[in-house]
């Protein structure tokens, strides 16, 4: 049993003993008044939609689910599909990627999750490098304190063009690191 603070986008978890995954988790409150959690979640078993709002101290069962090392193949509309290295394709809907999307990539390497056999969504590493293809230019004197500006980063749906926040000194062209559980810059790659 994990506390609702420890769920994470793209978890199974149980809830009225049918499997949801988790799509999206928004984080209201204080540490004085305590964190309530809002999730849009989906049935795995009827795809129907649902959303609640859960207190950090709930407990929910996580199901560990089956993973297999996957690549991102195309988008073939609604689904996307990902390829093993036996050549098996997976296809999954657009709605079970979650943040995913923002950095999807042709050839990415991440691992399918799947749940009685199908495919339900995908996770991706920690961290991975990513062109910023767009960025404005830093101002000259806007240097003072942790002054950020917006990036668009390379991925492989130009629809789902995403920015991130990074410091003044990175600019259009460059390979940056970020961290896809919280979607932050992490450093720049050089050489």
Same mark, same amino acid.
């Given at each position: 049993?994990?506390?609702?603070? #420890? ?19 928004? *984080?209201?409150?204080?540490? $004085?008044?305590? !964190? ?7 049935? &795995?078993?009827? +795809? ?6 859960? $207190?950090?101290?709930?407990? !929910?069962?996580?199901?560990? &689910? ?22 098996e394709q997976y296809?999954?809907?657009? #709605? ?32 991975? @490098? $990513?062109? *910023? ?27 789902? @063009?995403?920015?991130? @926040? ?5 600019? @259009? ?7 896809? $559980?919280? +979607? ?5 790659v050089r050489g």
């Open positions: 049993m994990k506390p609702a603070k #420890e769920i994470r986008v793209g978890n199974i978890i149980m809830v009225d003993a049918k499997p949801f995954i988790v799509l999206r988790s928004d *984080v209201n409150g204080s540490s $004085r008044t305590g !964190f309530t959690y809002k999730w849009k979640m989906k049935n &795995l078993l009827t +795809n129907a939609p649902f959303e609640s709002v859960f $207190r950090g101290d709930d407990k !929910f069962d996580v199901v560990v &689910l089956d993973k297999k090392p996957v690549t991102y193949s195309y988008f073939a509309d609604p689904l996307y599909v990902f390829m093993d290295a036996e050549y296809e999954i809907e657009e #709605e079970n990627l979650g943040d995913a999307l923002n950095y999807l990539k042709d050839g990415m390497e991440c691992e399918a999750v799947f749940y009685d056999g199908k495919a339900i969504s995908v996770e991706l590493p920690t961290t991975i @490098q $990513r062109q *910023v293809v767009y960025s404005e230019p830093a101002v000259k004197g806007n240097t003072s304190g942790n002054v950020t500006k917006e990036a668009k980063i390379e991925n492989a749906i130009e629809a789902k @063009q995403f920015s991130i @926040q990074v410091p003044l000194f990175v600019s @259009q062209d460059d390979i940056v690191e970020i961290d896809t $559980r919280t +979607n932050e810059f992490k450093k720049v």
